[in-house]
């Protein structure tokens, strides 16, 4: 069954439009609920008070100041309040809440609210918040802060013959799921309460209500509606709306309903973090990389939250999947004044693969090297040690998805091609990026997740899946039955999930950090091994089966137990110390290069993506139809993110608040997409398998940015590459609207600097 694609178990329902989404569910007695937001990026709260139209018996008010010391969301950190109380950090911060019969009462509710806040001075640059802590380090909040180091890159950058320095930007961007935000909560026994809604991860928001509501764990039940899309974007902030959903509940006696429209999602839930990655790279002359310098500087919002662990994948993967001996990260995540940026797919990785992959084609030009040349001079193998001193063991499979990718779009020639190219205003290029991604928490976060995860046998006969991890559109609640059926020989149709609820599934984790198939399908694995186990042992080995149920009626006439469960354990040889930030950051990483082929108009800036190709190596696909989609999904978001996606603010509040005007790739946009399954199986994953589901979209932003540099002789190194950062990268040649590259002759003088990186765009020191 694994390597095969059945039909999706949440198919049907969803192509003929029966699936019911939190905002359809028809709940008997149920109120609206909406949020109450400052109006102001930073000040100190004076009053909030209900005037004399407010609606008494008619309307409930919710206010941060009835909440006492578990005003506090359960996160990395306890930093973030449900309500403010006495400051707010950002515009759109919840003060109060109102609910009412109908949404139409509780907006006139809501407008007899008064809030009166204190303006303070605002920070919402995360350039001025660096160039600020330059200054003053204690003038800026560090929401977290972590250094990697490897030998000694000073001494070696001070030797080294060749030294280049670049700065990258990326910008904030929006998961734009289908679906927004939304719950329901019920109020539940012993000020306890019941949640259903959207979200990425039942136990997240079950321990954030139990400490907000001060009640039993039991009674506290949270079940996942389905889900209609999130990449990350209903891993936190479901707590927190959950949480005001059941704080009006516990407060009029009956259910309530808290649904985002989409401009209150654009505007107010979290994004993906902004960066500012500097390099300063030591080679040789052959291109082989000596030193790494890297600063990673996040934008960290105005609380916490998730930025601490976004911060360490970030530094884990920023030199990319290459081996130098010297290296010395810095990371810093820096507090501003805009809203809490959190979880999107790829969780700091793309940030740092855009600045890594962008510079390492700039060595490339400087050292006369193809980009496929220099990345294969440097890349990880078996054998080779990372940053953090780990040593790769097995399915290093890095060289191999370069090579997938460069055969699948012909580089080498077309390179060539387009870099001899004559002088011309429309002309095309090609790029890429080769990226990695480590599967399932960093470092001890597994163990210390203790997952669970069981396989039942119910009285129908079925074999019920009990995790709860979610199916948000990944397709996870059809593989982990195909991995389940793989092991018993059994039709996948007798196989089923259960619907993620906190009071009928273990805690299994959170359905983030590509963890699910390879973690949990792990687990599913040996619980699907104990069973066959216990079958063999009460009906005789396998062979003298009449047949499955036959087996299982023995097992149950034996009385033995018809629940399995299995236990996280580590990979043996695995050791990692937080505190130093050495060892085995991930039990294995997967890989994956991505080609971009475009034309770009060099007089107006226009760039017309044509082809994308990528090769992803999984270890594994258990569903090879749903790997595909999962590629291709990756793909179109990440060029999403280096083309079209622009997130810019004034005075705290994001300009793009409606896909009016925030602006994602539609289906005029894709181009063919070329996804390209590579598999070299992972010892302890199941069937093999690795992590798939944030590798696609790391590659693509790099791989078109690098393809622009070519195509048009400017290096873009802010992110997105729009057609006004493309002309005016090019506004300091007015002979011509292209500045050409260089031919890709191995005989050219070095140059003392790199064209492609003009002044005031990308900036490059060499040294003696």
Same mark, same amino acid.
């Given at each position: 069954?694994?390597?095969? $694609?059945?039909?999706?178990?949440?198919?049907?329902?969803?192509?003929?439009?029966?699936?019911?989404?939190?905002?359809?569910?028809?709940?008997?007695?149920?109120?609206?609920?909406?949020?109450?937001?400052?109006? %102001?990026?930073?000040?100190?709260?004076?009053?909030?008070?209900?005037?004399?139209?407010?609606?008494?018996?008619?309307?409930?008010?919710?206010?941060?100041?009835?909440?006492?010391?578990?005003?506090? %969301?359960?996160?990395?950190?306890?930093?973030?309040?449900?309500?403010? /109380?006495?400051?707010?950090?950002?515009?759109?911060?919840?003060?109060? #809440?109102?609910?009412?019969?109908?949404?139409?009462?509780?907006?006139?509710?809501? *407008?007899?609210?008064?809030?009166?806040?204190?303006?303070?001075?605002?920070?919402?640059?995360?350039?001025?918040?660096?160039?600020?802590?330059?200054?003053?380090?204690? &003038?800026?909040?560090?929401?977290?802060?972590?250094?990697?180091?490897?030998?000694?890159?000073?001494?070696?950058?001070?030797?080294?013959?060749?030294?280049?320095?670049?700065?990258?930007? /990326?910008?904030?961007?929006?998961?734009?799921?289908?679906?927004?935000?939304?719950?329901?909560?019920?109020?539940?026994? !012993?000020?306890?309460?019941?949640?259903?809604?959207?979200?990425?991860?039942?136990?997240?928001?079950?321990?954030?209500?139990?400490?907000?509501?001060?009640?039993?764990?039991?009674?506290?039940?949270?079940?996942?509606?389905?889900?209609?899309?999130?990449?990350?974007?209903?891993?936190?902030?479901? $707590?927190?709306?959950?949480?005001?959903?059941?704080?009006?509940?516990?407060?009029?006696?009956?259910?309530?309903?808290?649904?985002?429209?989409? *401009?209150?999602?654009?505007?107010?839930?979290?994004?993906?973090?902004?960066?500012? %990655?500097?390099?300063?790279?030591?080679?040789?002359?052959?291109?082989?990389?000596?030193?790494?310098?890297?600063?990673?500087? #996040?934008? @960290?919002?105005?609380?916490?939250?998730?930025?601490?662990?976004?911060?360490?994948?970030?530094?884990?993967?920023?030199?990319?999947?290459?081996?130098?001996?010297?290296?010395?990260?810095?990371?810093?995540?820096?507090?501003?004044?805009?809203?809490?940026?959190?979880?999107?797919?790829?969780? @700091?990785?793309?940030?740092?693969?855009?600045?890594?992959?962008?510079?390492?084609?700039?060595?490339? *030009?400087?050292?006369?090297?193809?980009?496929?040349?220099?990345?294969?001079?440097?890349?990880?193998?078996?054998? &080779?040690?990372?940053?953090?001193?780990?040593?790769?063991?097995?399915?290093?499979?890095?060289?191999?998805?370069?090579?997938?990718?460069?055969?699948?779009?012909?580089?080498?020639?077309?390179?060539?091609?387009?870099?001899?190219?004559?002088?011309?205003?429309?002309?095309?290029?090609?790029?890429?990026?080769?990226?990695?991604?480590?599967?399932?928490?960093?470092?001890?976060?597994?163990?210390?997740?203790?997952?669970?995860?069981?396989?039942?046998?119910?009285?129908?006969?079925?074999?019920?899946?009990?995790?709860?991890?979610?199916?948000?559109?990944?397709?996870?609640?059809?593989?982990?039955?195909?991995?389940?059926?793989?092991?018993?020989?059994?039709?996948?149709?007798?196989?089923?999930?259960?619907?993620?609820?906190? $009071?009928?599934?273990?805690?299994?984790?959170?359905?983030?950090?590509?963890?699910?198939?390879?973690?949990?399908?792990?687990?599913?694995?040996?619980?699907?091994?104990?069973?066959?186990?216990?079958?063999?042992?009460?009906?005789?080995?396998?062979?003298?089966?009449?047949?499955?149920?036959?087996?299982?009626?023995?097992?149950?006439?034996?009385?033995?137990?018809?629940?399995?469960?299995?236990?996280?354990?580590?990979?043996?040889?695995?050791?990692?110390?937080?505190?130093?930030? !050495?060892?085995?950051?991930?039990?294995?990483?997967?890989?994956?290069? /991505?080609?971009?082929?475009?034309?770009?108009?060099?007089?107006?800036?226009?760039?017309?993506?044509?082809?994308?190709?990528?090769?992803?190596?999984?270890?594994?696909?258990?569903?090879?139809?749903?790997?595909?989609?999962?590629?291709?999904?990756?793909?179109?978001?990440?060029?999403?993110?280096?083309?079209?996606?622009?997130?810019?603010?004034?005075?705290?509040?994001?300009?793009?608040?409606?896909?009016? /005007?925030?602006?994602?790739?539609?289906?005029?946009?894709?181009?063919?997409?070329?996804?390209?399954?590579?598999?070299?199986?992972?010892?302890?994953?199941?069937?093999?398998?690795?992590?798939?589901?944030?590798?696609?979209?790391?590659?693509?932003?790099?791989?078109?940015?690098?393809?622009?540099?070519?195509?048009?002789?400017?290096?873009?190194?802010?992110?997105?590459?729009?057609?006004?950062?493309?002309?005016?990268?090019?506004?300091?040649?007015?002979? &011509?609207?292209?500045?050409?590259?260089?031919?890709?002759?191995?005989?050219?003088?070095?140059?003392?600097?790199?064209?492609?990186?003009?002044?005031?765009?990308?900036?490059?020191?060499?040294?003696?």
């Amino acid at each position: 069954m694994i390597g095969r $694609s059945p039909a999706r178990t949440d198919a049907r329902e969803k192509i003929v439009g029966s699936t019911r989404y939190i905002a359809d569910y028809v709940v008997p007695g149920v109120w609206q609920g909406i949020t109450l937001r400052s109006a %102001v990026a930073a000040g100190r709260i004076r009053t909030v008070t209900a005037d004399a139209h407010f609606p008494h018996g008619e309307a409930v008010l919710v206010t941060g100041q009835e909440l006492g010391a578990t005003n506090r %969301v359960a996160m990395v950190t306890d930093e973030m309040p449900f309500l403010a /109380t006495d400051a707010v950090r950002y515009a759109g911060e919840p003060i109060a #809440l109102v609910a009412a019969p109908t949404l139409h009462a509780a907006r006139a509710a809501a *407008h007899a609210v008064r809030i009166e806040i204190d303006p303070c001075t605002p920070l919402f640059s995360l350039q001025e918040a660096e160039e600020r802590r330059r200054a003053d380090p204690a &003038s800026v909040r560090v929401h977290a802060e972590c250094r990697i180091t490897r030998g000694d890159a000073a001494a070696a950058l001070r030797n080294a013959a060749i030294v280049i320095a670049g700065t990258y930007t /990326t910008q904030a961007q929006e998961q734009a799921y289908i679906e927004p935000q939304g719950v329901i909560a019920w109020p539940g026994q !012993r000020g306890g309460t019941v949640i259903e809604g959207s979200l990425q991860c039942p136990y997240y928001v079950h321990n954030a209500l139990v400490r907000l509501l001060g009640c039993a764990p039991e009674d506290v039940i949270v079940r996942q509606s389905p889900t209609g899309g999130a990449f990350g974007g209903k891993e936190d902030i479901p $707590s927190v709306i959950g949480g005001h959903a059941a704080l009006l509940a516990r407060a009029c006696g009956h259910p309530v309903r808290i649904v985002y429209d989409r *401009h209150e999602d654009l505007l107010f839930t979290p994004k993906r973090h902004p960066s500012i %990655v500097h390099h300063r790279t030591g080679v040789s002359e052959d291109g082989r990389l000596l030193a790494m310098e890297i600063t990673v500087v #996040l934008d @960290g919002g105005a609380y916490t939250t998730l930025s601490p662990v976004v911060l360490s994948r970030a530094v884990l993967h920023a030199t990319g999947p290459y081996e130098c001996p010297h290296v010395a990260i810095h990371g810093v995540c820096l507090g501003t004044n805009i809203p809490p940026p959190g979880a999107f797919r790829g969780f @700091g990785a793309p940030q740092v693969a855009f600045a890594i992959e962008s510079h390492i084609d700039r060595i490339a *030009h400087r050292c006369h090297l193809r980009p496929d040349e220099i990345r294969r001079r440097n890349i990880m193998r078996i054998g &080779s040690v990372t940053a953090t001193g780990q040593i790769l063991r097995e399915s290093v499979s890095a060289e191999r998805v370069l090579d997938e990718a460069l055969t699948a779009s012909d580089f080498v020639r077309k390179w060539q091609a387009h870099g001899a190219a004559a002088r011309q205003r429309h002309r095309r290029g090609i790029g890429l990026a080769l990226t990695w991604h480590g599967g399932g928490f960093t470092g001890n976060g597994e163990v210390n997740l203790a997952s669970v995860a069981a396989l039942s046998i119910e009285d129908d006969g079925r074999l019920l899946i009990r995790t709860s991890n979610v199916e948000m559109g990944q397709g996870a609640h059809t593989a982990l039955p195909q991995i389940v059926a793989e092991r018993l020989g059994v039709p996948l149709e007798r196989i089923a999930c259960a619907q993620p609820d906190t $009071s009928q599934v273990p805690n299994s984790g959170p359905t983030v950090a590509s963890r699910t198939v390879m973690v949990v399908g792990r687990l599913i694995e040996r619980c699907a091994d104990q069973l066959a186990d216990a079958l063999e042992q009460a009906a005789g080995p396998r062979a003298q089966w009449n047949d499955f149920d036959g087996a299982l009626d023995a097992l149950r006439t034996a009385g033995d137990p018809l629940r399995f469960e299995a236990r996280y354990e580590p990979p043996p040889g695995i050791h990692w110390d937080e505190r130093t930030y !050495r060892g085995d950051a991930y039990a294995v990483y997967s890989y994956a290069c /991505t080609v971009v082929e475009l034309s770009t108009d060099t007089l107006t800036g226009e760039v017309k993506v044509e082809r994308a190709i990528a090769a992803c190596d999984i270890g594994r696909a258990i569903h090879p139809q749903v790997v595909e989609g999962q590629i291709e999904g990756g793909v179109l978001q990440g060029l999403g993110m280096g083309l079209l996606e622009q997130s810019t603010t004034h005075e705290g509040r994001f300009d793009q608040n409606r896909f009016q /005007t925030y602006i994602i790739p539609t289906a005029l946009d894709a181009p063919e997409i070329l996804p390209i399954i590579v598999e070299d199986p992972y010892s302890r994953g199941p069937g093999g398998a690795k992590g798939l589901g944030e590798l696609p979209v790391h590659g693509p932003a790099p791989a078109l940015a690098n393809a622009v540099a070519q195509a048009s002789g400017r290096r873009i190194t802010d992110l997105p590459v729009t057609p006004e950062r493309i002309v005016a990268a090019g506004a300091g040649d007015p002979a &011509s609207p292209i500045r050409d590259l260089p031919s890709p002759s191995r005989d050219l003088p070095s140059p003392s600097r790199d064209p492609a990186s003009p002044s005031g765009v990308g900036d490059e020191k060499e040294e003696a």
